[in-house]
C-alpha cells in the first residue's frame, strides 16, 4: 500500500492540532479551592488573604471587581470562614469566586 504526500501533510496537521489542543488546555489552569478563615481584606487592591486548617495562609488576588464586590454584599468580615475558587495565573493567585461558610 502506498501512502501519499497528502495523506502525510494530512496526518502532521492532525498532530500539530492535537498538540496545540493539548497545549491550550494544559496553560487555561485548573480551578482550585481554598477554604478557612478570612485574616486579611485589603479593599484598595482586592486582595484577600485566608488561612487554612493547617495555617497555612494564601494570598489571592481578585481582577474581577464584581466578583471582590461579594465580600460586602454578602457581609463577610474578617475571621468569617470563607471558600474562594482561584487560578493561578503568572504565579498569582486569582480569585474567580468567594462565598461565606457561615453556619457551615
Do not use: W
Request: aromatic share 6%.
Amino acid at each position: 500500500m502506498k501512502i501519499s504526500k497528502k495523506h502525510v501533510l494530512f496526518s502532521i496537521l492532525i498532530l500539530t492540532s492535537l498538540l496545540f489542543l493539548t497545549v491550550a488546555i494544559a496553560l487555561a489552569g485548573e480551578e482550585l479551592t481554598v477554604r478557612g478563615l478570612l485574616v486579611k481584606i485589603d479593599d484598595k487592591n482586592q486582595r484577600i488573604t485566608v488561612e487554612d486548617k493547617n495555617n497555612v495562609k494564601t494570598e489571592i488576588v481578585f481582577e474581577d471587581e464584581q466578583a471582590f464586590s461579594k465580600i460586602k454584599k454578602y457581609k463577610i468580615e474578617i475571621m468569617d470562614k470563607v471558600s474562594v475558587r482561584y487560578v493561578i495565573k503568572n504565579k498569582t493567585n486569582i480569585g474567580k469566586k468567594i462565598r461565606s461558610l457561615r453556619g457551615c
